[in-house]
């Protein structure tokens, strides 16, 4: 089924006479009813792609608000004035970019556990996972990075119910934007994009999350100490939060 077809076949801005978009589920449905027979195998990996086929893969068809696309504005059959930005791509992420993303982070955590576990135990010691907020509020362009987050916590969680019996402290502590390199790339990005100067740069990437400010490392390993002090040993199996109040997600795509 051609995604493009659905999409036209619901709303047109260069149509003469745009119908109101309540009439867009009575159009889309009719569609699919005559489109979804039509469905076929593949192809799996696409046929073209840059810089070759990739084996094996998983193609996703995205008609979302996941890439930039043409902005239009024109009033309904209702009166309405609506704002549509037409976006259809495909994200392609192989085995390799989910087995890399699960390494880093997921299976790093569960080697140095399970290397160091007798250790732990012997001394009644404390695990902190450094994971992050990308699971709370996952959204399609991190979606290995929440995946990964999202399997961290849960194998947080279950070490934790094994701490119990074992006299080991776990806990996750999840960051949201803390000045990092990577915070600076991200901020070069925007410099470049809006013009604007370091700070003005910072203080709008703030408004745009948000939130209270943004973290510094020492915040992050503040909250670790408290942790793992003895002010902080009836924590168990949580997950908190450090992340100025960030609600809205942090989408990567942003600084492509």
Known sequence: MNPAKVAR???NPTDKQTPSLLYGD???FA?????????TTGPFPPAKFPG???LPSTTLYVTTTLLNGETSRFTDTFGTVVQDVDRRGIFTFTEKDWQDGFNLKFFAHVHLCRSTWPLL????????FISGIGARAPVA???IGASVIGASLAFMRALADLGKRDGVQVNAVNPGSVDTDRFRQRLAIIMKKTGLDEAAAIEHHRKELDITRFGLPGDVAALVRFIVSPQGRWLHGSAVDIDGGQVIPLRMSMYD
């Open 9 to 11: 076949a619901t709303l």
């Open 26 to 28: 009575e159009r889309m």
């Open 31 to 39: 569609r699919l009813v005559k489109e979804i027979p039509k469905l």
């Open 52 to 54: 070759g086929p990739r």
């Open 121 to 128: 135990k012997a001394a009644g010691g404390s695990v902190v």
């Open 141 to 143: 362009d991190y979606m």
